[in-house]
């Protein structure tokens, strides 16, 4: 039975080194012997996970998908999608734990959801509502979202 080919070198247009642990390139290319977490490291993520367990963003999450069913990214360029997640229009991450309650909510689908992620990593914030995009900033969160 033939196997798959292992590729042991270096990406990078003619180096012959091997790859570093991690990556595909090697080390004087930017590949990496040790694992980096984008979000802290594993403790911390499953602290940050235990926040989507809890039942009151359960509930909200599940009031929101019964409210709005279809994708609202996908509706703003007239597809119509089924949504599966939840997403917070300012990212608790940046804003805070309270922002789980004080916050806008809206429905998108997985493919929205990491293109919408990908944007805040930048500072931009959308929203989908009736067809319409609206671009925040982390500073229109008070404004928008007033806590009690």
């Known amino acids: 039975m033939p196997t798959l080919p292992t590729y042991t070198k270096c990406n990078s247009l003619g180096c012959k080194n091997n790859k570093a642990r991690y ?3 090697c080390l004087d290319h930017g590949g990496r012997d040790t694992a980096t977490y984008k979000h802290g490291n594993p403790e911390q993520r499953q602290e ?3 926040m989507y367990s809890n ?5 909200q999450r599940q009031a929101t998908l019964s409210q709005h069913p279809l994708c609202q990214a996908c509706l ?5 999608t089924q ?3 939840v997403d917070h229009v300012f990212p608790w991450t940046h804003i805070g734990k309270h922002a ?3 916050n806008l909510f809206q429905a998108l689908c997985l493919e929205c959801h990491t293109h919408k992620t990908a944007l805040e990593q930048r500072g931009i914030y959308q929203s989908y509502s009736n067809g319409v995009i609206t671009e925040f900033s982390v500073k229109d969160y008070d404004r928008i979202c007033p806590s009690v």
């Open 23 to 25: 990556g595909g390139y």
């Open 83 to 85: 949504a599966s997640q």
């Open 100 to 102: 789980f309650k004080y």
């Open 55 to 59: 039942a009151a963003w359960l509930r």
């Open 76 to 80: 703003c360029r007239n597809v119509v």
């Open 48 to 50: 940050r996970n235990k």
